[in-house]
T-cell receptor
Framework: EAAVTQSPRSKVAVTGGKVTLSCHQT?????MYWYRQDTGHGLRLIHYSYVADSTEKGDIPDGYKASRPSQENFSLILELASLSQTAVYFC????????????FGPGTRLTVL | KTQVEQSPQSLVVRQGENCVLQ??????????LRWFKQDTGKGLVSLTVLVHENDKTSNGRYSATLDKDAKHSTLHITATLLDDTATYIC?????????????FGAGTQLIVIP
């Protein structure tokens, strides 16, 4: 059974529209992350959270908001989707112990037209 | 500037052959290095983690080395199978805790043909 799930798995959005990507984890992890993956590039961190009701900016937060309503759930929100936000988005979770292994969801393919 | 470089970008091998994937990085500090396998349309799955200078790990047909002086790692896949077709991603962590950042390579796309 998958410990990190994402929904939707794919989405087509229009420029200027609002998009919400959802992530749910059953690992009982405190930390959750949102990354984007672009062809030919490594994953880049957008937002992360280490406790419910709190989020932190990652390396490329512009154009994105995040929400952590509970330990299990972490959402990524694009208020005004743009063409440049077409990418695959990955959610991950980790505990706060040593080792820092992150467990990844299957990804959401977002296409903005 | 990309801090984790992987080579080759893509590789085609015949089933049963061995292959070697390379990872060079400039991340400092370099607490640990992890190799992930990403099947098409799927998430990243950890294969192995290397922590210490000159670490060597083995996980079935996958083995990896780390040279922290040279900031270089290799992933060896022995006797490849069709199911090894995937993208292999090298990731360097700058801390041993969740507060650290992970630095991702762009991946090597491996294609195994019959």
């Amino acid at each position: 059974e998958a410990a990190v799930t994402q929904s939707p798995r794919s989405k087509v959005a229009v420029t200027g529209g609002k998009v919400t990507l959802s992530c749910h984890q059953t690992n009982n992890h405190d930390y959750m992350y949102w990354y984007r993956q672009d062809t030919g590039h490594g994953l880049r961190l957008i937002h992360y959270s280490y406790v419910a009701d709190s989020t932190e900016k990652g390396d490329i937060p512009d154009g994105y908001k995040a929400s952590r309503p509970s330990q299990e759930n972490f959402s990524l929100i694009l208020e005004l989707a743009s063409l440049s936000q077409t990418a695959v988005y990955f959610c991950a979770s980790s505990d706060n112990l040593g080792g820092h292994e992150q467990y990844f969801g299957p990804g959401t393919r977002l296409t903005v037209l | 500037k990309t801090q984790v470089e992987q080579s080759p970008q893509s590789l085609v091998v015949r089933q049963g052959e061995n292959c070697v994937l390379q990872c060079n990085y400039s991340v400092t500090p370099d607490n640990h290095l992890r190799w992930f396998k990403q099947d098409t349309g799927k998430g990243l799955v950890s294969l192995t983690v290397l922590v210490h200078e000159n670490d060597k790990t083995s996980n079935g047909r996958y083995s990896a080395t780390l040279d922290k002086d040279a900031k270089h790692s290799t992933l060896h896949i022995t006797a490849t199978l069709l199911d090894d077709t995937a993208t292999y991603i090298c990731v360097v962590g700058d801390r041993g805790s969740a507060l650290g950042r992970l630095h991702f390579g762009a991946g090597t796309q491996l294609i195994v043909i019959p």
